[in-house]
Nanobody, 125 residues
């Protein structure tokens, strides 16, 4: 059974850091593209980042470039999203999702299928 479980969310002050994790089970990340999305209250879900099967290519939304870093830990079958210099506008529920293929598609939820349950990130003083 394909399953994705996010963790690592929480409350952090502006300028702080968090590392989100997406633990996969039922399939290998060696053959999967994984993306991170977020949804703030009253807003549509937006793509944040994506990493390809070989973990040698990634994609970021303009709003997080230079602040967020996505990585794969293949030994633990887990994808991480390191978030630095957090801003209040980063507050949202963060989801990871799986996409077919080998390379990152456009960061739109329509290109991703299996989804985790989400983890809340709140950036506030």
């Amino acid at each position: 059974q394909v399953q994705l479980v996010e963790s690592g969310g929480g409350l952090v002050q502006p300028g702080g850091s968090l590392r989100l994790s997406c633990a996969a089970s039922g399939f290998s990340l060696d053959y999967s593209v994984i993306g991170w999305f977020r949804q703030a209250p009253g807003k549509e879900r937006e793509g944040v980042s994506c990493i390809n099967t070989n973990a040698d290519s990634s994609r970021y939304a303009d709003s997080v470039k230079g602040r967020f870093t996505i990585s794969k830990d293949k030994a633990k079958n887990t994808v991480h999203l390191q978030m630095n210099s957090l801003k209040p506008e980063d507050t949202a529920v963060y989801y990871c999702a799986r996409s077919s293929g080998q390379q990152c598609p456009r960061l739109h939820e329509g290109f991703f299928n299996s989804w985790g349950q989400g983890t809340q990130v709140t950036v506030s003083s």
